[in-house]
Every structure is written in C-alpha cells, then in structure tokens.
C-alpha cells in the first residue's frame, strides 16, 4: 500500500478530485495548508506599512492507494495539477505498513 | 416643546449609540485575532463606566451651572443623579433637558472608546475601565462644558448664565466635538502610548489586521452613527440638520477618495484599510465644520483631512511610537485639520454664519480656532499623562511581557474569538470547573 500526498495550486483541486474519482478512487483527504517553494510570496499594505508575505496558500490531498495503482494514480494528479506555472505544487508516495478500516475492523488492501 | 425635535433628537442619540459598539468592530478587525475581544471590550467598558458616571455627575459637570463664571467646569452636585431634572421643563423650550443629556451621554462614551485603539494588545482591563472612568472625569467632562455649554441669554440679549469658555468667550466653532471628541481623544491616546510604550515585538511582530470586512462593517456602522452626531447637534429637526447631513456624507466621500489617491501614487495600491480610514479622517475633519462650511467647503474639509492623514499615519514609524491602530494619526490630526480649516473654509452663508479667510472673512476666525484647538490638545496631553501615569504606579497598566505573547484575550478574558472547526472547537471546549461541569448541570436538571 502507498500514501500518495499531492500539494497543489487550490484552483486545480477540484479537477484533481475529478480526476482521481474517474479512475476509481473512492476517498481521500483534502486540507487548506501553506507554505512555499520557488514560487515568491507577495507584499501586503496595511496603511502605508507593508509586511512581506513569504508562504503560500496550498491545498493538500492524501490518498491510499494499492502498490499497483500508486503510478496512475501519481500520473493522473500531476496532469490534473499542472498549469505550467511556477507554483504548481508537488506529489510524493511513500510506502504505508498498515491501514485498519474503523467500522469494520478490516485491515490492508481490504481497508483502502 | 417640540415634538419633532425631541423625535429628532432622541434617535440622533440612538444613532450615536451605534457608534461606539461599531467602533469595537472597526478597531477590532484591525488587531491579531488573539486580541480582538479586549479590543471590543475596551469599547464595551466605555459604555459601562461613561454612561453610569455621565448620570450620576457627569452631565452636572459638562452642563451644570458653571463655578465661579469662569467657564471652566459646570457644578457637579447641581444635577447630582439628574434626580432634579425630573419633573424640569425643556431645554429652550424646544426639547426635554433628558434628550439633550442622552445625546450628550453618547458622545462621552464615545470619546473614551475612542482613545482604545492606540493601546491594543497591552493594557489590562482592570487599569483601562480605572483610567477610563478618571479620564471622563477630569479631562472629558470639563472640556465638554468648554466647547459645548453655552451662554444662556435672555431676550434682551443679555447673558443669564455663562458657559463653557472656548464655545462663548473665545467663540471658537466646534459644531459636533472637533476639539472635544476628536482632539481630545487623541492627545490622550498620544499619553497613554507614551506612558505604556510599544506593544512587545512592535513594529515587526505586531500581526497585520485579522478581519478587514469587520473593519469596513465597523466604519459603515460609524459612518451610519456620524449622522446622528453632526446633524443631531443641531438640537432641532431643520435646514441646519440638513445641510449639516449632507456635509457629513460628502465630506467623508472626499477624504476617502483623497486617501485612496494617497495611497496610489505612494504605494501603488487603494486598499480597503485606506478607504475605511479615509471615511474616518473625513468625519473627524467635517465634525467641528459641518455647521460652518457650504457642501463645497465640505468636499474640501474632507480631501485635506483624507490626504494629510494618510502621510500622518506613517510617521509613528518614523518617531518610534506605537499608536497601534493610528488615534493620533486620524482623530488628533483630523480633529486639528478640520478645526482649523473652519477658520480658512468658513462661508457666511452657512448656518454658523461666520466668514473665514477663504470666503472674506480674514484671520480673525482661524486664530480663534487655533487657540481652542491647542487648549483642548495641551489640557488632555497634560491631564492624560498624569492620570496614565497614576494608574501605572499604583495598580500597574500594562500586560506582562509573557501575557502579552500568550494574547490578551486568554489571560484578561478567558475567552478566545473564534472557533472555527469543529475539531479544534472540541478539543478547547472539555468543561473544567465544578460549576459548569456537565454532572453539575445534570444535577440541576433532576
């Protein structure tokens, strides 16, 4: 099983969502987070005092995924993501041990 | 008696009411949001200890019979309580003596709220609701009998009671508090920032505004209240209320687009914190003005006050104080703008009736501007750093360093703004204490 982490521009998530559930993807996680990259913050003015704004409005998206559809699945979020702009995010796969369904007690690939 | 202006000014009052919880707002949007309910409290506590204290001597101190024909101070025990007013006949015969002392009792709630926003996130509240109540007692109540309180005449025109000596022997105009709302409060937010010093990590670490639409909900409010305020001063339901109205809109209309240009040409952007803070600065500008100047005069009151307090506020980072929420900034240089323009802008053909230099009227208004204008700001200076000081040394005033970065809210309140989420609303929200532990509540129930 793999844990497949995307953090994307917030415009693109809805299309990532779409995306995913075409392929069969029944769940995931989805959280507002900030943070930069080699895109540049930007400058605020609050009468005439101006703060420098470093970090960047993200959203995350988390999905657990079988070991044989971490590729498409990987694949499919990077072209939904991609608007060619600096800025678009990044997505990672990292192996997970175990998963245990709550309801059911159900454990590893059955749980996903 | 006139029933249409007691209806008048009844709901001016009302209006005027309205302001200080919308200033709260308007402050409280500009704060982090770990501080935004001291903020609302500060305002909160002015209409606790204002009004309870504006009953009981304060009214007697602003409009009472004046000690001594000097013009100073009104008798405090004269109207003790306001018991003796129940059962008077009228103010002038037009309005009942009580609508004038609500609508008077707004405007010294207001004052001491006003003072707030250059001590955010510092000051516990104990020491503010302390120095709130001193203030309006030594320094707001006396100097609303200066502007406010005039000569009572007879029909021969021959004065039967003095008042207050800036509004009848100087005859300065301050229609709606210039010098005693807005000059006033902001020579006393200039002691209290000396007195208490610069917020912890101030100016880097000090949070931008946390809630703009609050802001702008706040100023609308204000803006909503100002009416009641300018054109309610004028005590009847009449041309003087209108003109006055209509003064109080465009001027704030110009001093906000004045800012806004400000802001453009200097850094590139009109924000909405500009725009709201330009309506502000017109509105203190056209309060001393509204009854003296022609709608023309007004857009130009407002556009000075609009332009000149946009640089204004930035200068607090250049003289190293911190007036957190710019009172010195918009209220004390607003209120000398527009005090003082009433002496250039002044038309004849205005209500007040009096010519400034601008319209043929030469110097010999502007002077008595100015000295109003600088009485009130070195009285409230003065008064307000030794009150402050006094305060300071025998309770304390300020926050603990460790409080202060804790937030204000937590440790003066026990309470916290927002809780947005329902994860974090349950992990803050496991009841603690006897009382209103959830066992203790079912008890009662059964």
């Known amino acids: ?112 | 008696m006139n029933s249409g202006d007691t209806a008048w000014v009844l709901v001016c009052a009302a209006l005027v009411m309205l302001m200080t919880p919308g200033l709260a707002l308007f402050y409280g949007g500009m704060v982090r949001s770990r501080g935004v309910l001291n903020m609302l409290m500060m305002s909160l506590g002015s209409l606790g200890v204002v009004g309870v204290l504006w009953v009981i001597y304060g009214y007697s101190g602003a409009f009472g019979a004046d000690l001594g024909g000097l013009g100073l101070l009104g008798s405090p025990s004269e109207f003790f309580g306001m018991s003796r007013l129940v059962g008077q006949e009228g103010l002038s015969d037009t309005i009942p003596t009580f609508a004038f002392a609500a609508f008077q009792a707004m405007f010294a709630i207001l004052t001491v709220a006003l003072i707030s926003g250059a001590i955010a996130d510092r000051a516990r509240f104990g020491p503010w609701l302390l120095f709130a109540g001193l203030w309006a007692s030594l320094v707001y109540f006396p100097v609303a009998h200066w502007v406010f309180a005039f000569d009572e005449t007879n029909a021969a025109g021959e004065v039967t009671a003095v008042g207050g000596w800036i509004a009848n022997r100087i005859a300065a105009i301050d229609f709606a508090g210039g010098t005693a709302v807005h000059i006033n409060a902001g020579a006393a937010a200039l002691a209290l920032v000396l007195v208490l010093g610069p917020r912890s990590g101030w100016p880097k670490e000090t949070g931008k505004p946390h809630n703009l639409p609050l802001v702008v909900l706040g100023a609308g409010l204000l803006w909503f209240g100002w009416f009641g305020f300018n054109a309610g001063s004028a005590l009847t339901a009449g041309t003087t209320a209108a003109i006055v109205f209509v003064n109080t809109l465009v001027g704030a209309s110009a001093a906000m687009l004045a800012w806004m240009l400000v802001e453009r040409l200097r850094h590139g952007r009109p924000t909405t914190l500009g725009a709201v803070s330009g309506i502000i600065a017109g509105l203190v500008a056209i309060t001393p003005a509204c009854s003296a100047v022609t709608p023309l005069g007004a857009i130009a009151v407002g556009a000075v006050s609009g332009a000149v307090c946009a640089l204004a506020v930035e200068l607090k980072y250049r003289l190293r104080y911190d007036d957190s929420l710019d009172v010195v900034g918009v209220h004390l240089v607003g209120g000398l703008v527009g005090t003082l323009l009433v002496g250039l802008f002044a038309s004849a053909s205005a209500p007040a009736g009096v010519a400034g230099l601008f319209y043929g009227g030469g110097l010999d208004q502007l002077w008595r501007q100015a000295v109003g204008a600088l009485a009130v700001f070195a009285y409230s200076l003065v008064l307000s750093l030794g009150i402050a000081w006094v305060v300071r040394a025998t309770i304390g005033f300020r926050l603990s360093t460790a409080d202060e970065d804790a937030g204000i809210d937590e440790t003066e309140h026990a309470e916290t703004g927002y809780h947005f989420g329902e994860t974090r609303n349950t992990l803050r929200g496991s009841r603690t204490s006897e009382h209103g532990s959830v066992e203790a509540l079912e008890g009662s129930v059964r």
Do not use: C, F
Not at chain 1, 18 to 45: C, F, P
Not at chain 1, 55 to 72: I, P, S, Y
């Open chain 1, 1 to 112: 099983m793999k844990l497949v982490t995307a953090v994307v521009q917030q415009t693109r998530v809805d299309e990532v969502r779409q995306s995913l559930t075409a392929l069969g993807v029944r769940g995931m996680t989805i959280a507002d987070v900030q943070g930069y990259g080699r895109q540049q913050g930007h400058t605020e003015i609050y009468r005439g005092a101006e703060y420098k704004v470093d970090v960047v409005d993200k959203t995350r998206v988390e999905v657990l995924v079988n070991d044989v559809d971490a590729d498409e699945v990987l694949r499919a979020i990077v072209s939904a993501a991609r608007s060619g702009r600096v800025g678009d995010g990044k997505v990672w796969v990292t192996p997970v041990e175990s998963v245990v369904r709550v309801r059911t007690g159900e454990t590893g690939e059955q749980a996903i």
